[in-house]
């Protein structure tokens, strides 16, 4: 029976007058995929930042391996074992693949400013620690032909996969994943799926998976939340979820 690694109970968002979130409650099973749909504006969005701390709830918790995170500012929450990627690539154009995804292994280092000055001897040794632990997830995402490339220059599905190659570099037990298949090819959606389910089953990692590609979300999500209007309505296994009349009234309007 698997543990729940991550919890939300009970989170509304406002802006405003606008409740952006009302009241959204789930759960995430360890080690599994979690796909969270839902129609645009329905919420999506703004859930996933409140997982990451961007934005604070107005109401509700959210509880990561028991303890809430509320309190961690969005710069710690790589050191508690939460990684992300970005719907909008946000990855530095000028630096080679090997230095963005090292960037990704400094946020979860020991090191600090005053030591990276002083060049202190331990400090060089993690440094060629992180470096060959960059170039181990470089080569296991299939980018080592392009490790010293610049980033700038490459395809923008190779660009997706360097940039989870950065998130994965520091080490999260639980990984966001913002609409990842945004903008790429049949073919590039194919082996992003299998991508994910191996990092699933290799490394034992979750993933909460943001994505509107309905196919990939029901292929590879162990389960399902689907949130419209920023209420859940609907939380089970891909097959539950696709035959769930809200579910169905949400994206094809009633009477279908």
Not at 115 to 126: D, F, I, M, Q, V
Request: aromatic letters at 6%; hydrophobic letters at 40%; glycine letters at 12%.
């Amino acid at each position: 029976m698997s543990t729940e690694i991550l919890e939300v109970e009970g989170v509304q968002v406002r802006f405003g007058g606008i409740v952006a979130l009302d009241g959204v409650s789930f759960t995430m099973p360890e080690g599994k995929i979690v796909g969270l749909i839902g129609p645009n504006g329905a919420g999506k969005t703004t859930l996933f930042n409140c997982l990451s701390r961007l934005y604070v709830p107005n109401e509700g918790d959210i509880r990561f391996k028991g303890k809430t995170i509320l309190q961690s500012p969005p710069h710690h929450i790589a050191q508690i074992g939460i990684g992300r990627t970005f719907q909008n690539l946000a990855l530095f154009s000028t630096m080679s693949v090997l230095e963005n995804v090292m960037v990704g292994a400094h946020s979860a280092s020991s090191s600090d400013f005053m030591s990276n000055a002083l060049r202190l001897p331990w400090r060089g040794r993690e440094e060629r620690k992180l470096r060959e632990s960059s170039a181990e997830l470089i080569d296991y995402l299939g980018l080592g032909d392009v490790a010293h490339t610049v980033v700038g220059g490459l395809p923008f599905g190779t660009q997706k996969r360097v940039e989870l190659a950065r998130a994965l570099a520091s080490e999260p037990e639980l990984l966001l994943m913002d609409e990842p298949a945004g903008g790429l090819n049949h073919d590039e959606l194919e082996e992003l799926g299998s991508v994910i389910q191996q990092i699933r089953d290799e490394r034992g990692m979750t993933v909460l998976l943001v994505e509107h590609h309905m196919g990939l979300v029901m292929s590879i999500s162990d389960k399902v939340v689907a949130i419209d209007f920023g209420k859940k309505i609907s939380e089970g296994t891909p097959e539950e979820v696709q035959n769930d009349p809200e579910v169905i009234r949400a994206y094809l309007g009633t009477g279908h």
